[in-house]
Nanobody
Framework: QVQLVESGGGLVQAGGSLRLSCAAS????????MGWFRQAPGKQREFVAS???????YYADSVKGRFTISRDNAKNTVYLQMNSLKPEDTAVYYC????????WGQGTQVTVSS
C-alpha cells in the first residue's frame, strides 16, 4: 500500500507562483508513475501533469508552459511548480500514483485571486 501526502497549497494572487509537493511512502516500485489532478467546485476531476521514473513528462494543454512537474526519486517525492497562476487554476489539487492511478493523496487547496 502506498501513502501520498501533499503539501504546498495556499492562496496566491493571479500571476503568482506556488509549488506543490507530494511524498510517497510504502511499496512503490521503480516504475511508479506519479502525477497531479485537480478538481474545481462543480467540475469533474481533471488531469494536470504526470511524470514517469524516466522523467518523461506530460501536461494538460491548459497548463503547458506555466506548470512544471519534477520528481526526486531518492525521496519518492514529486513536485508541481505552478507559475503565472490564473483564477481558473483554483481547485483542490490531488497527487496520484501508480500505473492506473490507484493511489491518491488527500488533496491540497489552491486558490488564485484575481
Amino acid at each position: 500500500q502506498v501513502q501520498l501526502v501533499e503539501s504546498g497549497g495556499g492562496l496566491v494572487q493571479a500571476g503568482g507562483s506556488l509549488r506543490l509537493s507530494c511524498a510517497a511512502s510504502g511499496r512503490t516500485s521503480s516504475e511508479y508513475r506519479m502525477g497531479w489532478f485537480r478538481q474545481a467546485p462543480g467540475k469533474q476531476r481533471e488531469f494536470v501533469a504526470s511524470i514517469r521514473w524516466s522523467s518523461s513528462t506530460y501536461y494538460a494543454d491548459s497548463v503547458k508552459g506555466r506548470f512544471t512537474i519534477s520528481r526526486d526519486n531518492a525521496k519518492n517525492t514529486v513536485y508541481l511548480q505552478m507559475n503565472s497562476l490564473k483564477p481558473e487554476d483554483t481547485a483542490v489539487y490531488y497527487c496520484a500514483g501508480g500505473r492506473s492511478w490507484g493511489d491518491w493523496g488527500q488533496g491540497t487547496q489552491v486558490t488564485v485571486s484575481s
